[in-house]
């Protein structure tokens, strides 16, 4: 048996079949750190809270530490930035790892697959995934787990492309990138990532409205749909005109790198994955997009 384990900006998720279903375990990608005080772990252990403790300090991770963060008037920390580790957060590698521990568990027998998901290379930045690459494989495989790496587009073409023969293109809309494969019979024949994505969108509105950014991101979540008609001034009037202008960077960069390939007169489906590809209307909004913009493939 193998597991997929997709490192996020914003969630950590593992996968893996149990039968004829696949299982997820998911995890926000974000530590809640707190001075330690027997008061505050005897309230978080009633709580049932998942954390550590590292010297003096108490670690609250994932979906916790935004339930926390208010409690104690904090603000979380995330070791992640723009879609790989940060180099901001000293943190960042163990708290990585204490996360992955979590969601992935310990391998079902020696040496069991994981199967990364990791960022193509940037064209709009100087963002290089391979130290972000290399720390994950050496993590995953210091738990007894045999780490196998691949795009994130391309990941999305294998798990949705199947009865088109591998034949498409997979983008990805995360929070810290957009990653984006078009794959002929299973290989690449483009593969680019962007440096947009939730974040970018949510750090944009929020500067446009005078919105703290994380209750933009509560709103994007929460009741956020893509539609014509929005309040002007709005949270969602911002975030309208954002997601606007990252579908069509996108799109035009995609148009672009097939336009310096030769691609085949096939179809190429295409699918739409992420979390910041979830709020109603975006296929929509992303099928009208295409059809103006257009692309040198059907």
Known sequence: MAKGLDVGTMNIVCSEMEGDNVVFVQQRNAFLELDYSDLTKMMLDNANVQYVMRGDKIYILGDDALKFATVFKKSVRRPMKSGILSPEEKEAVPIIKLILEKVLGSPSSNGEVVCISSPANTIDSDIEPTYHRKTLEALVKKMGYTPFTIDEGLAVIYSELADNSFTGIGISFGAGLT?????????????????????????????????????VCAIKESKFELKYEVELGSVEGALAIYYDYLLTYVIENLRRKLAEVSPPQVEFPVVLAGGTAKPRGFKEAFEEKISRVGLPVE
């Open 179 to 215: 990653n984006v494969t078009v794959a002929y019979f299973a290989a690449p024949i483009v593969s680019f990532s962007i440096a947009r994505g939730g974040d970018w969108i949510d750090e944009n509105a929020a500067k446009a409205t005078g919105v703290p950014k994380e209750q």
